[in-house]
């Protein structure tokens, strides 16, 4: 079955930097775009960052510059990069992976502190 597993959740200070995970299996991963969410407390689930299947990337605003996006097709991972991390940060990080069907991980925490 399909599964997208998120890990590199955590607390982290004000600054510091966290890089997330999401690992994917029982899809073929080099064609699905790909994708990081995430849902503070009250709030609705919001895209942070996207990877399409041929490498381009797009951010939400009140990330561009910290976090960064990649994928490694061999290793059926994409990872989320983020540096300079703020309280606002906080919430759950869900990964995300799209090519005809839509699917999520299970999610995985995030806590800045200030």
């Known amino acids: 079955q399909v599964q997208l597993v998120e890990s590199g959740g955590g607390l982290v200070q004000a600054g510091g930097s966290l890089r997330l995970s999401c690992a994917a299996s029982?899809?073929?991963?080099?064609?699905?775009?790909m994708g990081w969410y995430r849902q503070a407390p009250g709030k609705q689930r919001e895209l942070v960052a996207a990877?399409?299947?041929?490498?381009?990337?797009n951010y939400a605003d009140s990330v561009k510059g910290r976090f960064t996006i990649s994928r490694d097709n061999a290793k059926n991972t994409v990872y989320l990069q983020m540096n300079s991390l703020k309280a606002e940060d906080t919430g759950v990080y869900y990964c995300r992976a799209y090519y005809v069907t839509v699917y999520w991980g299970q999610g995985t925490q995030v806590t800045v502190s200030s």
């Open positions: 029982g899809i073929i991963f080099s064609i699905n775009n």
């Open positions: 990877i399409t299947s041929g490498g381009s990337t």
